[in-house]
């Protein structure tokens, strides 16, 4: 009989400490990326993706703000303290968060520097 080991997950949080999410963790993010779309390239962030229901909002959840524009599929959630970007519902994949890795403890932000950009500009979902 094989052992269950529990899975390990990753803590993360905003500047202010507000809003406080957890990740699964396999020592390693998911497909992290950037988007040159008009919002993702103003903020330059890296994201990492994680299933809809395998990210917990362990603390702060009434301290988050959504933000939507253009189809309005989008669900970008902000702190409405310090107002650091936490994490979004994707539109390519709706089943998917983006998440902003630099808000888990040891991120090294410049060992991402190499990803490139997601063509967010044409985004698959604009076409007819």
């Given at each position: ?31 992290p990326r950037r ?94």
């Amino acid at each position: 009989m094989t052992e269950s080991r529990p899975q390990e997950t990753l803590t993360g949080q905003c500047h202010c400490g507000a809003v406080k999410l957890r990740i699964p963790w396999t020592g390693r993010f998911e497909s992290p990326r950037r988007c040159d779309c008009s919002f993702c390239r103003r903020r330059a962030v890296v994201v990492a993706s994680v299933k809809l229901d395998a990210l917990e909002v362990v603390e702060g959840a009434e301290a988050l703000t959504l933000y939507q524009w253009g189809t309005g599929v989008a669900e970008h959630y902000f702190c409405s303290v310090c107002g650091i970007y936490t994490h979004h519902r994707r539109r390519s994949n709706p089943n998917e968060y983006g998440v902003n890795i630099a808000n888990f403890p040891g991120v090294d932000i410049t060992r991402y520097a190499d990803i490139g950009f997601n063509d967010g500009v044409t985004h698959p979902s604009d076409e007819i």
